[in-house]
């Protein structure tokens, strides 16, 4: 069993830049698309960025395309979510996962609320 914790979220103001973290722990991931999800109040999860098991392709949503960046490193069996330009829509509780089903168990996320 897969555990996911999230990290790095807080509090920014408009056009200011986060970076979030998450790391698994159990049995490796390294063979795994990964995911980032957000989701916002009275929203749907929706995923925001994915990456492949090598790191060498990845993919965003087009709400946040040219603005985040998404990485990975299997050795420390992580992912990370670098944020810039952010926006107040940009507000939700962002999660890491696989990248396509089934799930594993969802950590508590990490929340990032951004003001005008």
């Known amino acids: 069993q897969i555990q996911l914790v999230e990290s790095g979220g807080g509090l920014v103001q408009a056009g200011g830049s986060l970076r979030l973290s998450c790391a698994a722990s159990g049995r490796t991931y390294s063979n795994r698309g990964m995911a980032w999800f957000r989701q916002a109040p009275g929203k749907e999860r929706e995923s925001v960025a994915t990456i492949n098991w090598s790191g060498d392709s990845t993919d965003y949503a087009d709400s946040v395309k040219g603005r985040f960046t998404i990485s990975r490193d299997n050795a420390k069996n992580a992912v990370y979510l670098q944020m810039n330009s952010l926006k107040p829509e940009d507000t939700a509780v962002y999660y890491c996962?696989?990248?396509?089903?089934?799930?594993?168990?969802w950590g508590q996320g990490t929340q990032v609320t951004v003001s005008s």
């Open positions: 996962n696989r990248q396509s089903r089934p799930y594993w168990t």
